[in-house]
Each structure stands twice: as C-alpha cells, then as structure tokens.
C-alpha cells in the first residue's frame, strides 16, 4: 500500500503562485508514476499533471507553461509549482501515485483546496 498525503493548497490572487507537495510513504518502490489531478465543482476529475520514475512528464494544455511537476526523489516527494494562476485554476487538486507489485494500483490522497480570486 502507498500512502499520500498533501500540502500547500490555499487562497492566491489571479497572476499568484502556488507550490503544491504530496509525500508518500509505504511501498515505495513500487510506485512508477505519480501525479496530480484536479476537480471543480459540478466537473470530473481531470489530469494536471504526471511524471514518471524517469522524469518524462505530462500536463494538460491548459496548464502548459504555466505548471511544472517535478520529483525530490530524496524526500519520496511530488511538487507542483504553479504560477500565474487563474480563476479557472480553482479545484481541489488530488496526488496520485500508480504502482505495480504483483499488480497495477493507484493511490490517491485526501485532496487540498485551491481557490483562485480576488
């Protein structure tokens, strides 16, 4: 099992910044992707952004540009750093760790609030 917890969420202004973490913890070594995903009100959950164990990563391109996902592979940690933010940005942004021991699953953890406003 892999365990997810975040942090960083909160209230930026339009055109602010915000860092988001999730560190995860249990069977590790069997993670080989891990990601961020976000849903707004009345919307489905929708992929952010994603990187692998090698570093290839992914994001929507609503996002490109603006987002950046990276590994602190010390600190079994995920970042998200995301700047010039915009109201459409607001969710609840979820991390997501997919692994394979045996077999594949995905983990999730418990969600942290973004809200983007003036």
């Known amino acids: 099992q892999v365990q997810l917890v975040e942090s960083g969420g909160g209230l930026v202004q339009p055109g602010g910044s915000l860092r988001l973490s999730c560190a995860a913890s249990?069977?590790?070594?069997?993670?080989?992707?891990m990601g961020w995903y976000r849903q707004a009100p009345g919307k489905q959950r929708e992929l952010v952004a994603r990187?692998?164990?090698?570093?290839?990563?992914e994001s929507a391109d609503s996002v490109k540009g603006r987002f950046t996902i990276y590994r602190d592979y010390a600190k079994n940690t995920v970042l998200l750093q995301m700047d010039s933010l915009k109201p459409e940005d607001t969710a609840v942004y979820f991390c997501?760790?997919?692994?394979?021991?045996?077999?594949?699953?995905?983990?999730w953890g418990q969600g942290t609030q973004v809200t983007v406003s003036s």
């Open positions: 997501n760790a997919e692994s394979f021991n045996g077999r594949a699953m995905s983990f």
């Open positions: 990187i692998t164990n090698g570093g290839s990563t």
């Open positions: 249990g069977t590790i070594f069997s993670i080989h992707r």
